[in-house]
């Protein structure tokens, strides 16, 4: 009983490893880190053989099957949350304030973002947009400072492939 016990874990344990990577490589492959991904691809496919191998031989068994398929899920949501605290790549974040946009451009800037301003028409009138270019490891700093100046700000923040030139740039040399 024990054997099989730990049979099941193995395989579980091994899915939500392979699973986690894959989730991984494929952000990674999005983001340009073609490199990483591809390393990753190559662990990912030997777990992944090596599982299949041991449930292909033993389709008769469900308690192999279940493991097998939550071992899928949970590798979704582990490989999601890593993803999450890797933080990788950058965001283009927007941001509209009933405020007075001046001090939080000046807010921002002496905390290091770079901000352009870019005057829009909404609905009551003429607004400014903010448009925010950073690292998404910087994304949190950034809402704490917009949740303390205006919480009832409007912010989109969108995945951006490629930064070039700019604020960014610079900030990259230094």
Known sequence: MMELLLGYLLIFSARVL????SVVRTLLMVRGKKLQAAC?????VFIYISVLTKIMGQLDNIGN????SLGFGTGQMVGIFIEGKMALGNVSVQVITRQDEGQLVELLREQ????T??????????KHILNIMLKRSALR????????YDKDAFITVLDTQNIRGGY???MKRK
């Open 117 to 126: 301003v870019v005057q829009g028409y909404g609905k009551n009138g003429i």
């Open 168 to 170: 960014m740039d610079r």
């Open 65 to 68: 099957l279940i493991a097998y």
């Open 40 to 44: 990753l691809g190559a662990i990912e």
């Open 141 to 148: 700093k950034l809402y704490t400072i917009l949740e303390e």
């Open 18 to 21: 392979d699973v986690s990577i």
């Open 112 to 115: 290091g973002f770079g901000v």
